[in-house]
């Protein structure tokens, strides 16, 4: 992450919004967890919560030079399938600057399809 741009307005943050969870962990969702402290300590830190499943949600996004992308894809298998789907559109529209980066998002994927 781009640490020097941080809350100096000309980086914005996109998590994920990781609906399949809701029902599971309620309030204690990743993306709550996060959106808490963004609205409690780093109020500097402009952020959107985002559902990153969907192409057309991800090619809305007006993306800039130094914006940063959250996900948290997890073991549901539907979540999975639809991550496998748009992994590398996110990849490519945040230039790289995303979590889990590409590494760990292979590493992940390769046992996953095992």
């Known amino acids: 992450m781009d640490r020097e741009n941080i809350g100096k307005n000309n980086m914005k943050l996109y998590i994920h919004k990781d609906t399949f969870y809701d029902k599971v962990y309620g309030d204690r969702t990743w993306w709550r967890r996060f959106e808490w402290v963004l609205t409690k300590k780093y109020k500097d830190i402009d952020y959107e919560i985002v559902n990153l499943h969907y192409e057309d949600n991800i090619n809305d996004l007006q993306i800039g030079n130094h914006d940063y992308c959250i996900c ?26 995303i979590w889990p980066n590409e590494i760990e998002w292979y590493y992940y994927n390769d046992n996953k399809d095992s």
């Open 72 to 97: 948290r894809f997890a073991h549901y298998e539907e979540d999975f399938k639809l991550s496998k789907r748009v992994y590398s559109l996110l990849y490519e529209k945040f230039n790289g600057r």
